[in-house]
């Protein structure tokens, strides 16, 4: 029996195993819903799955697709995916405690992936869905990119910001509370002066949560769709950006990957991303001033 559950606990479930299939999904919806450069998924039959408790939490949010998209209302975790006509239930991977005996299968919507994030396994890769899934394929507005700015938006469009340069920081970040509130193998976090961004609308649907044992790691989500969102404002000394949720290629690349000690157990690396146990030494931490909260 796997449990999981959302980032603040109050969401909760089991599932008794094995699981049929795990994917990374890199489409443009699963990166802006989970603010992460891919999603992973594992499947499981319905009669496997098990609210323990907090289902009365789950938000919903119907795409353009007419699907749904499910978060917890009180961190923004993403939820499972229920597809009764199928009999089968999506879960989330990052949210998902210890070995889950299974490890990813494929690649799919490769022709959205992140233009900064590198896929260097050898699982097979797709453009959109694989040969036999008969799906459709939602085709999403593109954003026409403005000179000197990047631009970012959550699933729904409700909330939307710009960001001026580069990053000062970029990491990916694998501790736990990323993998939980993003509900990913890991987070992509860029860290901007607070005067280089802005929001353009829908500041106030923006929700945030606190965990309450950690001195300031927060995450900020769309209070509609669920989306991760940037962090920023109330004398924070940084803007935190979840790297996902940008519409118009920015120039960087990560710099790090952090909490490489927490790493989930299904997810193996292969890029030459600098890797750290924990947070990188003072010299490197030194790209930016004041250091990214935590």
């Given at each position: 029996?796997?449990?999981?559950?959302?980032?603040?606990?109050?969401v909760?479930?089991?599932?008794?195993?094995?699981?049929?299939?795990?994917?990374?999904?890199?489409?443009?919806?699963?990166?802006?819903?989970?603010?992460?450069?891919?999603?992973?998924?594992?499947?499981?039959?319905?009669?496997?799955?098990?609210?323990?408790?907090?289902?009365?939490?789950?938000?919903?949010?119907?795409?353009?697709?007419?699907?749904?998209?499910s978060?917890?209302?009180?961190?923004?975790?993403?939820?499972?995916?229920?597809?009764?006509?199928?009999?089968?239930?999506?879960?989330?991977?990052?949210?998902?405690?210890?070995?889950?005996?299974?490890?990813?299968?494929?690649?799919?919507f490769?022709?959205?992936?992140?233009?900064?994030?590198?896929?260097?396994?050898?699982?097979?890769?797709?453009?959109?869905?694989?040969?036999?899934?008969?799906?459709?394929?939602?085709?999403?507005?593109?954003?026409?990119?403005?000179?000197?700015?990047?631009q970012?938006?959550c699933?729904?469009?409700?909330?939307?910001?710009e960001?001026?340069?580069?990053?000062?920081?970029?990491?990916?970040?694998?501790?736990?509370?990323?993998?939980?509130?993003?509900?990913?193998?890991?987070?992509a976090?860029?860290?901007f002066?607070?005067?280089?961004?802005?929001?353009?609308?829908?500041?106030?649907?923006?929700?945030?949560?606190?965990?309450?044992?950690?001195?300031?790691?927060?995450?900020?989500?769309?209070?509609?769709?669920?989306?991760?969102?940037?962090?920023?404002?109330?004398?924070?000394?940084?803007?935190?950006?979840?790297?996902?949720?940008?519409?118009?290629?920015?120039?960087?690349?990560?710099m790090?990957?952090?909490?490489?000690?927490?790493?989930?157990?299904?997810?193996?690396?292969?890029?030459?991303?600098?890797?750290?146990?924990?947070?990188?030494?003072?010299?490197?931490?030194?790209?930016?001033?004041?250091?990214?909260?935590?």
């Amino acid at each position: 029996m796997t449990q999981g559950q959302c980032l603040c606990g109050t969401v909760r479930y089991e599932v008794s195993g094995p699981f049929g299939s795990m994917t990374h999904c890199h489409c443009s919806m699963c990166r802006k819903h989970h603010g992460a450069p891919f999603a992973t998924y594992v499947s499981a039959p319905l009669g496997a799955f098990r609210w323990i408790c907090g289902e009365d939490a789950v938000a919903q949010f119907k795409t353009e697709s007419g699907g749904m998209r499910s978060f917890c209302n009180h961190c923004g975790s993403v939820t499972p995916i229920f597809e009764h006509e199928r009999g089968m239930v999506f879960i989330p991977a990052g949210n998902l405690d210890g070995e889950l005996g299974i490890k990813p299968q494929r690649h799919i919507f490769v022709g959205s992936k992140a233009p900064w994030y590198e896929i260097r396994d050898a699982l097979p890769q797709h453009e959109e869905w694989p040969p036999g899934w008969d799906m459709k394929v939602t085709e999403r507005p593109a954003v026409v990119p403005k000179e000197g700015v990047a631009q970012g938006s959550c699933l729904c469009g409700e909330v939307a910001y710009e960001v001026e340069g580069k990053p000062d920081l970029f990491m990916l970040c694998h501790c736990s509370r990323c993998r939980r509130g993003r509900s990913a193998g890991h987070g992509a976090n860029m860290f901007f002066q607070p005067a280089k961004f802005r929001w353009i609308r829908g500041e106030s649907l923006v929700k945030h949560y606190k965990v309450p044992e950690a001195q300031r790691f927060t995450v900020s989500f769309c209070s509609k769709c669920g989306s991760g969102v940037p962090r920023h404002g109330a004398g924070l000394p940084v803007a935190l950006v979840p790297a996902a949720t940008l519409d118009t290629p920015i120039d960087a690349k990560p710099m790090a990957r952090i909490f490489v000690a927490s790493k989930a157990p299904w997810l193996d690396l292969y890029d030459d991303v600098p890797r750290y146990d924990e947070l990188p030494p003072p010299e490197v931490m030194a790209a930016a001033r004041p250091t990214p909260p935590r």
